[in-house]
């Protein structure tokens, strides 16, 4: 098996069963270079303290080919959006380009070799910041290529560049006077909660830091990642949402490129329609919940009750709480 030379990030908590189910895909691909980072145990979750160290040992045990592995695992909670964040960060401080991954979202083989020809082919076209490994188009063809051309940063398996993620920024200031022009009215109250510190997230500023530099993205015309995040071990996704069911899942063993450099107008419009513009009732009711441990807690209770009705050759580096 040839080995993969791109570097992968890959974000797990407190699952060690979906981190099995990921290791299985990467020791297909076996990546020369794997960079692991966990967030710690939340002080109030009983017995998360062993899920968050099964989960690591899930992945530590697992690594059975030569292979480099960096480790960032925190002693405490800092949280989705710093955790996620400051993770990328330190990817990227030893990477220029690499794929990212979550533990809960299982990629197709050829999802990596999508990302790596990408990364490649758009490596010094600062144009293109971001490449896709999801498609929300659910079976819609946009032109002949394999992909398309889009604003719409999605982060169901992802991959960019150090020179393209030096834009980010967590807190958004940077770009705070900037118009919001053609945002969906969903992101621009996203993009106030995340001014006003109200939102504990990391990818609406990496999908506005895209916008705001009038960035491009690379989506792929099928969907190479299929998301398993949402049952009895999740955070906020306790019931599989009926738009996954819309996907189509597929592959792109050959690669053919555009022919015409142009942003699809018309796919980032439905995407919009579909994905960025519930209801005012709908983010409301979860930026309450979000903004709420209570309501967390007792949402995720009553779902849960739902729900319950219904090695060698191994380098490894740790960084620890940086």
Known sequence: MVMMHTPVLLLIFNRPDKVREQMACLRRQQPASLFVAADGPRPDRPGETLQCES???????????????????????LGCGKAVSSAVNWFFEHNEEGVVLEDDCLPDPTFFSFCTAMLQHYRHDPAVMHINGSNFQFGRQRGTASYYYSR????????????????????????????????SPTLKHDMKAVYH????????????????????????????VRNTG????????????????KINYGQLPVITYPEERRIDEAADRYAAEVMYSPSRFYTTMRDMIKGSPTLLRLYQRLMLKDNTAASKNIKISKYQNR
């Open 55 to 77: 989960a690591r040992q899930a992945v530590l045990s697992a690594i059975d080919w030569p292979c480099s592995v960096q480790t960032l695992f925190r002693s405490h909670n």
């Open 152 to 183: 719409f940063a999605h982060v169901w398996g992802w991959a960019s560049w150090r020179r393209a993620w030096q834009q980010y920024d967590f807190t958004l200031q940077r770009y705070l006077g900037m118009s919001a022009e053609g945002l």
């Open 197 to 224: 510190q109200q939102l504990d997230t990391w990818d609406v500023q990496w999908f506005l830091s895209v916008w705001f530099n009038q960035g491009w993205t690379i989506t792929p015309n099928v969907s190479l």
């Open 230 to 245: 949402y049952g009895n071990g999740a955070t906020h996704t306790l019931h599989e949402p009926g738009w996954f069911r």
